[in-house]
């Protein structure tokens, strides 16, 4: 029997306790510590965990803790991640990985030269839409792709976030922001990226905040919010890619690969679950492929926002040694597609990629298998 992976989390803002509950849903992790700048928001954290409160010294000084989740802002995920790392921690970190491909290459670095884990999220490509939809392109049903189209469409954070400030700031934007969950939605059924091209605008320079209990009533926009690309991918793919926060109505899909002998629909990639269709050329209609995994919930329920799976995943790999899948090698090179498509926006020009990646191993039929010591408990 495995003795649990103590967790320590730091960052206790509006993702927390999404961290705290889908943690608590495996058995082999267990959270013990909580940090965060903001002392009062780590006691509150803290209390709700049924966890310690410390200052971030404090957390990266315990001995019992094995794995840090940094849950920080986008502007500080590097500096967080290199503490972590010279804490001699395992690392989990949210998306982005950092704001830059630059910034993000220390912590690269220094989690190969201490042989530490560094897992990163998305890991939503864990569930059994993005195995469904994996399996079925490696099965050859939609023939050879050729074509996808990804849309991220307005999350209206300033409708739900207290402080959605860093989302309309460099660092994020739709393209940091969500663009994680789709680009590595398409990687893990495409392989890696090869090309981007972008074009971007801010749409309103201001917004005004309508969250309840909010801390701002409106922002300043730098960053752009509306963003188009195409993305070729290494193995021939032509993607076009919307990535916005303009857009607030439409009748748009999520994903959708196109191949030589049919059509793959992908569901929203910030979720785990829900439906992957097929339609063949000559089918007459489309058909809900049966999950290559269980699913952990009811598509477009509140369970399909708690994160944790990529933890477990990291932990996993930690006490068996099972392959790592939601990485931080995969979460650099889906940030280097992302910037680069920033860049060609700036410059007018094309970007080729000069980083690439594996492709994440499938999760095999005991969905967690990779996070098989965890002994998912699903609550319906
Ligand atoms: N909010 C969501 O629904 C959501 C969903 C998925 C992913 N994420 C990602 O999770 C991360 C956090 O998002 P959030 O919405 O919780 O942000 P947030 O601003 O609500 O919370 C971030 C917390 O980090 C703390 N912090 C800042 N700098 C710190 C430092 N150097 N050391 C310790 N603590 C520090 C802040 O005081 C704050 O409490 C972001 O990368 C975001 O993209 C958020």
Redesign the pocket.
């Known amino acids: 029997m495995h003795v649990p992976v103590r967790v320590g989390v ?7 306790r ?1 961290y705290a509950t889908g943690m608590s849903r495996f058995p082999g992790l267990e959270l013990v510590a909580v ?4 002392a009062a ?1 780590a006691q509150v954290a803290a209390a709700e965990a049924g966890a310690a409160a410390c200052s ?1 010294d404090e957390l990266l000084g315990r001995t019992d803790i094995e794995v840090v989740v940094n ?4 502007t ?2 590097a ?2 991640s290199e503490q972590v790392l010279a804490a001699g921690k395992h690392l989990y970190v ?3 990985l950092a704001d830059t491909t630059a910034a993000a290459r220390g912590a690269l670095d220094a989690a190969r030269r201490e042989g530490l884990l560094f897992g990163a ?1 998305p890991d939503t490509f864990l569930g059994s839409a993005g195995q469904t939809a994996r399996a079925a392109i490696d099965s050859g049903s939609i023939g050879e792709p050729v074509g996808a189209t990804a849309f991220v469409t307005h999350s209206q954070a300033e409708t739900w ?3 959605p400030t ?2 309309f700031q460099p660092g ?1 934007g739709p393209v940091l ?1 969500m663009g994680p969950y789709y680009l590595t939605a398409l990687v893990n059924c495409l392989g890696p990226v090869a090309a981007v091209y972008g074009t971007s605008r801010i749409g309103a320079p201001q917004r005004t905040v309508t969250a309840p209990g909010r801390l701002v009533d409106r922002i300043d926009v730098t960053v752009p919010t509306h963003t188009a690309a195409t993305v070729t991918f290494a193995n021939g793919v032509l993607a076009t890619v919307m990535l916005s926060f303009d857009v607030w109505d439409h009748r748009l899909p999520f994903i959708e690969i196109y191949g030589t002998e049919g059509t793959l629909s992908l569901p929203n990639p910030n979720g785990y679950d829900g439906p992957v269709l097929l339609r063949r050329h000559g089918d007459p209609d489309w058909t809900e492929l049966p999950p290559a995994v269980p699913p952990l919930a009811r598509p477009d329920s509140e369970e399909q ?1 708690l ?1 944790g799976i990529g933890v477990a995943d990291l932990a996993a790999a930690l006490r068996t040694g099972s392959p790592q899948h939601a990485t931080a090698g995969l979460a650099f090179h889906v940030l280097d597609a992302l910037e680069s498509i920033t860049v060609s926006a700036d410059t007018g020009a094309p970007v080729r990629l000069t980083s690439t990646c594996e492709r994440p191993e499938p999760v095999d039929g005991t969905y967690g298998a990779a996070i098989s010591l965890n002994t998912l408990e699903v609550h319906p």
């Open positions: 730091i960052g206790c803002g509006n993702i927390f999404q940090a965060d700048t903001d928001r971030v849950i920080t802002p986008p500080v995920h500096l967080v949210e998306k982005p999220a976030h207290p402080d860093f989302l994020g922001d926002l994160r």
